[in-house]
């Protein structure tokens, strides 16, 4: 993240129990996006980094259940019990200019944060 005076954190959800947005603006310029989305069970996180946001070759990590690049990086937690039946959870975090791009630190955010939602049992109906 930039450096700044003020950070703005707005987070929404367009489309209820399917999408969450939250987005973090520093000094009013937006510089991190980050959504999860309910969906049917079966696009890779590969492909989703790919198709939906543009990346030519994203790296892959997780067993490839996660992908990243320099500016995006994707998961997807699958839900195979019998409560949500098959369906994906996908997180997606995007850099907006001006912020910094690197593809390191997107791949240890994209980790890190799939690993604290996978702990909050986000698969369960109940959550």
Not at 24 to 34: E, T, Y
Not at 65 to 85: I, L, N, Q
């Amino acid at each position: 993240m930039p450096t700044g005076k003020h950070l703005t954190v707005n987070e929404a959800t367009p489309v209820p129990d399917a999408l969450t947005t939250c987005e973090a603006s520093v000094d009013g310029d937006k510089v991190l996006s980050v959504e999860q989305e309910h969906r049917d069970a079966g696009a890779s996180a590969y492909d989703i980094a790919r198709d939906r946001f543009g990346v030519k070759q994203p790296k892959s990590a997780l067993q490839r259940s996660a992908a990243y690049s320099d500016r995006v990086a994707v998961s997807v937690v699958k839900c195979r019990d019998g409560e949500s039946g098959d369906e994906d959870i996908t997180i997606a975090v995007k850099t907006v200019k001006p912020a910094h791009q690197n593809e390191s630190a997107m791949k240890d955010l994209i980790l890190g944060y799939t690993s604290a939602f996978e702990k909050q049992q986000p698969c369960s109906k109940n959550s």
